[in-house]
């Protein structure tokens, strides 16, 4: 320890005179290092590209040097030998212009010009040169020259040069076929051959074309590869087979084939030919393979050219060479149409007018046109540049379409008759072609069906096809399917299941079928003996009713468990199109049977379907729906979104059942859930409450009833889903007196209803049945008359929510009108049976229909005027031919049903689905509905009305009552009809029976006057009935 103190007593200071130390020193030190490093890599990185520069500069600068220096040779070997060459000059003439040509030379093409005349008199001959050494060498001297010289050339297009490389596939030229083999495999392998072949015929040297391809398609193994002798000496295998011939049709296929237009202004010889020599069959199962590859890289264009090429060659002999291989000719072009994109088939302004265009209705006006079709979803692509396509191009395409072709290929379909794999392939390609091009599916329909005398044996064979199919036998089975479930959906969607061809014949089943019963009546639906008879027996037709319901109610029932965008197999069919067709088919085969029975009794419900638990799970799925969508827009009884058919299938299958195949569900459960969706809304928005008050009022005259109404009611909308109270003002202005506690708004909708549609208001008018439907005047279309109709769709609404029966028929056509769907030509029989009658006098017209002088115009009478309206544009100058007479009766039958009125019920529908959800409605057809809006046409059940009435001042055993039933049991139906609307307004019965009428049917005392007649009070559904004494005075 150190004592020491030597009298300082304060620290020394440390005096640093380096400056103060900065914290980041290690950081700056790795960073300084790094910039400096990257410095000098730079410095090098430009070192080494001067230097690769200067390198390519004096390799090139002492290239054209040298080539300069070849060039003056070659001239001076040319001047010097004037007359003829020997091999070995020759050789050296080829080595040099093999070095120096270039194309963009003016000077090496005169010194090509030059070769070639000097050296196409020898040919021959220096291919019969005995020594084997020299004669690799020409030959690999000759290759050379066809890939850096000859090939590079054609641009020019020189007759002599092109000529000159003809020589180099003709056999004449050889001494053996193995120098040609090694030559040709070489330009097959190695060189822009084929794809340069385009150029030459574009230049119009058209037979040197034909010329090479006749060598190259006829060229059969074996090939080797043209190797000098010393590569030759030192290969493994030096006779081993360099390619084989698919090899060859592969190179002719992605190199050849695809270029667009090739095959055009080709001898009809050489198709013929390169149909037989490739051969087509060859050809196509290379295409078929290629295409099955998923690591297929021909662009749109490639796609595009082998689709154009590939229909020429299938075009030769008119089609006659596509014998026996029809299969894979139809695979082939659906494999192409389905690579294809749509842009190359549809102009974009096409296609915009075809999304625009409404093929149900009468103008571009239609609202919600997309409302119940499938959507779609699909990948959203990155926006890519768009690419301009050659018009010339899509119109070659379009003539796949052309009728002749189509009917050729039908033709020989029909021929295949048992063949299996013709029919599923041909199905395919037309299906390909309908789906691909959606615009042009009316033509191939059309074409199938009236153009064509096979109509009758192409649907017998499409479905004896699909018949004997395990998919048929399986879903033919009708008590098991919900038991089957997961099976049925392997039959349809399994990815590993790899046979799906059948369904590509079960949907151009659909499709044909469902067309040709669009201009089929009922009575040639029926009668096998008519002129234009049922294609199908109507055994067959139940049959195939059967099948379609069970397939349809699996992708329905099971519509969130599949990817309905999957495509099935490779038909080119998505499952969401499989089902859209089956269902529509399943759907006219059902309005048939409901308009004339042909099928047996509870053929078209679910057998084994829970029906009880249904409907409840159906209600609490619409309660849930509803409730959740109404949060979104946070506003008791605003309209809510109505979703599409396929959308509400997805969400829910059970209301996707009610809305697309209702009928498979009974039609009384069907009610009672309408009832129960009804009652459901009513609470959910609060309007069922007993002792709320009305939310709106209305003051109207009983001789103004409608005008009033109108007036006063129409601008609620939805929000006449409430209470309402109606006060009525009397002839002479006074308000009558009386609180509205439900009955006076029902006098006032039924005193409306009966003022409304009276043809005489003007808003309706009545078929010959007296049937009520819209005025289809033009007047009936203005925008006030629009706006009645809406009103009217809105009263009718309020009458079907409360649950008053409206004692109102409407047509079926006009209700099905309302229901979005389209009426067909059975539909006009109940419109006008006069135009029906002549419009099938003109479709069995067994003369020249042009003697009837019938244009594409429709002329009717309006306010005593003659209207000429054009069917389709230009129609007063299109005669009506045989050929296109079922146009013009569709095209009838579609402006009077649906055009005329099309405005007028879409006014309608709109009020009416403002207080009645859409998607309620579409549980029924319109026979059904019309029962829901004015009751079933069925007895009155005496036992049942007893059973729910309510009696006020009598007793059951009083004689009074006993009389008034027994009075009313005498009474044949006519007259208890006539008793049921004197007490409720209405004639029928509600569907359900008189437990649904509200409130319930009531008989009172109205005291002891015999000279008293019996009173009703319809509003309340009330009998004031005096206490008559006696039986007789009673059922007087």
């Given amino acids: 320890m150190n004592f020491s103190f030597e009298g300082n007593f304060k620290p020394r200071r440390n005096i640093n005179l380096g400056g103060v130390k900065k914290v980041d020193d290690k950081r700056f030190l790795l960073a300084k290092a790094q910039s400096e490093r990257k410095a000098r890599e730079q410095e090098r990185l430009k070192l080494k590209s001067a230097q690769q520069i200067q390198s390519l500069f004096r390799g090139r600068r002492e290239a054209s040097s040298t080539r300069q220096q070849l060039r003056q040779e070659f001239h001076q070997l040319l001047s010097a030998n004037t007359q003829s060459f020997d091999p070995k000059t020759l050789m050296a003439l080829t080595r040099q212009l093999i070095f120096f040509y270039q194309t963009r030379e003016e000077e090496d093409a005169q010194c090509l010009e030059q070769y070639v005349s000097k050296t196409t008199p020898l040919m021959r001959s220096m291919f019969c040169i005995p020594n084997k050494d020299v004669e690799d060498s020409w030959i690999w001297l000759c290759s050379l020259l066809i890939k850096r010289v000859l ?28 120098q040609r083999n090694r030559i040709i495999t070489f330009c097959l392998c190695n060189t822009t051959l084929l794809t340069s072949m385009k150029t030459i015929k574009d230049n119009n040297i058209t037979p040197f074309v034909e010329a090479i391809l006749l060598q190259l398609v006829s060229f059969n193994e074996p090939y080797y590869y043209p190797t000098s002798s010393l590569i030759e000496k030192y290969q493994c295998r030096p006779n081993s087979p360099y390619m084989v011939r698919s090899k060859l049709l592969y190179l002719l296929t992605t190199e050849l084939l695809i270029q667009p237009f090739f095959l055009d202004n080709l001898s009809q010889e050489v198709l013929n030919t390169l149909a037989l020599e490739l051969p087509l069959k060859d050809l196509l199962e290379t295409v078929i393979d290629l295409f099955l590859e998923p690591s297929t890289t021909l662009d749109d264009t490639a796609v595009a050219g082998l689709l154009m090429n590939l229909t020429v060659l299938g075009n030769v002999q008119s089609g006659k060479n596509l014998e026996g291989v029809l299969t894979n000719y139809a695979r082939a072009i659906q494999l192409l149409l389905a690579y294809l994109p749509v842009s190359y088939l549809t102009d974009p302004s096409e296609q915009k007018n075809a999304d625009a265009m409404d093929m149900d209705s009468d103008s571009s006006e239609e609202e919600d046109e997309d409302e119940d079709k499938d959507v779609i979803m699909k990948d959203v692509a990155p926006t890519t540049p768009t690419v301009t396509i050659s018009p010339l191009i899509r119109t070659r395409l379009e003539t796949l379409y052309d009728s002749e072709r189509v009917n050729r290929l039908l033709y020989q379909f029909i021929q295949a008759g048992t063949n299996s794999d013709a029919i599923q392939s041909v199905s395919s390609f037309f299906n390909t072609l309908m789906l691909r091009w959606p615009m042009k599916k009316d033509t191939i329909l059309n074409t199938l069906l009236y153009k064509s005398s096979n109509t009758h044996n192409l649907l017998q064979t499409l479905w004896q096809s699909w018949t004997e199919s395990q998919e048929a036998a399986f879903f033919n089975d009708d008590g098991n399917i919900m038991a089957h479930l997961t099976d049925a959906l392997k039959y349809i969607s399994d990815s590993r299941k790899t ?59 099971r519509a969130n468990s599949m990817d309905l965008t999957q495509y099935i197999g490779l038909t080119g069919i998505q499952l969401n199109q499989l089902r859209s067709s089956v269902t529509h088919l399943l759907q006219q085969i059902h309005m048939r049977d409901s308009r004339r029975t042909f099928c047996p009794r509870d053929h078209w419900l679910i057998l084994d379907l829970d029906t009880d638990n249904f409907s409840t799970e159906a209600v609490a799925e619409e309660f849930n729906l509803e409730s959740e969508q109404q949060q979104e827009k946070n506003t008791p009884l605003r309209p809510l979104r109505m979703l599409s058919k396929g959308r509400l299938a997805v969400i829910s299958p059970r209301l996707g059942l009610l809305n697309n195949i209702p009928f498979v569900i009974p039609f009384e459960q069907r009610v009672e859930i309408f009832r129960m969706f009804v009652s459901n809304d009513k609470k959910r928005n609060k309007v069922d409450e007993v002792y709320s008050r009305p939310k709106a009022a209305a003051t109207v005259r009983r001789d103004h009833m409608f005008e009033d109404g109108f007036d006063q009611l129409n601008s609620l909308g939805v929000e006449l889903k409430n209470k309402v109270a109606i006060s009525f003002v009397d002839e002479f202005g006074l308000e009558e007196a009386g609180i509205d506690g439900g009955g006076v708004f029902k006098e006032f909708l039924t005193g409306l209803g009966k003022e409304a549609f009276n043809i005489d208001y003007g808003l309706f008018t009545a078929t010959p049945e007296q049937l009520l439907y819209p005025n289809p005047s033009s007047y009936a279309t203005e925008p006030q008359q629009l706006e009645y109709f809406k009103f009217l769709g809105l009263i009718i609404g309020k009458a079907v929510y409360e649950g008053i029966l409206l004692d109102v028929a409407f047509a079926e056509f006009f209700l099905k009108k309302c229901l979005g769907k389209v009426n067909y030509l059975d539909d006009l029989s109940s419109l006008d049976p006069e135009l029906y009658k002549g419009l099938s006098a003109v479709k069995n017209y067994n003369g020249n229909v042009e003697d009837l002088s019938l244009d594409f115009t429709s ?170 004494p006696t039986y007789q005075i009673l059922r007087e």
């Fill in 151 to 178: 090939l590079p050339s054609m641009n020019r297009g020189m007759i002599s040069t092109c000529h000159f490389l003809a020589l180099f596939f003709e056999p004449s030229t050889y001494n053996n076929q193995d």
């Fill in 859 to 1028: 002329t009717h009478m309006e306010n005593g005027r003659s209207i000429n309206v054009e069917l389709i544009p230009g129609g007063s100058n299109i005669p009506v031919t045989n050929q296109n007479r079922i146009q013009y009766i569709y095209s009838i039958a579609n402006y009077r049903l649906n055009i005329q009125i099309a405005k007028q019920c879409r006014a309608f529908f709109k009020g009416l689905s403002t207080i009645i959800d859409n998607k309620w409605l579409r549980m029924f057809n319109q026979q059904e509905l019309q029962i829901v809006l004015g009751g079933a046409s069925v007895p009155i059940d005496l036992d049942d009305l007893r059973s729910h009435t309510v009696l006020a001042g009598f007793m059951e055993h009083d004689a009074t009552v006993k009389n008034f039933w027994k009075a009313l049991e005498s009474f044949d139906n006519n007259l208890r009809m006539k008793f049921v609307k004197f007490v409720t307004s209405c004639s029928r019965p509600p569907l359900l029976g008189f437990k649904e009428l509200v409130p319930q049917f009531c008989l009172r005392n109205a005291g002891v006057d015999e000279e008293r007649l019996p009173t009703s009070s319809t509003c309340v559904n009330l009998l004031k009935l005096p206490n008559y």
């Fill in 499 to 557: 046979q799906f061809e059948s369904w590509s014949v079960l949907f151009l089943l659909c499709e044909v079928y469902a067309r040709s019963l669009l201009t089929l009546d009922d009575d040639e639906f029926l009668d096998k003996s008519a002129a234009h008879a049922n294609p199908l027996e109507l055994s067959q037709v139940i049959a195939l009713g059967r099948q379609l319901k069970n397939i349809s109610f699996v992708m329905f029932w």
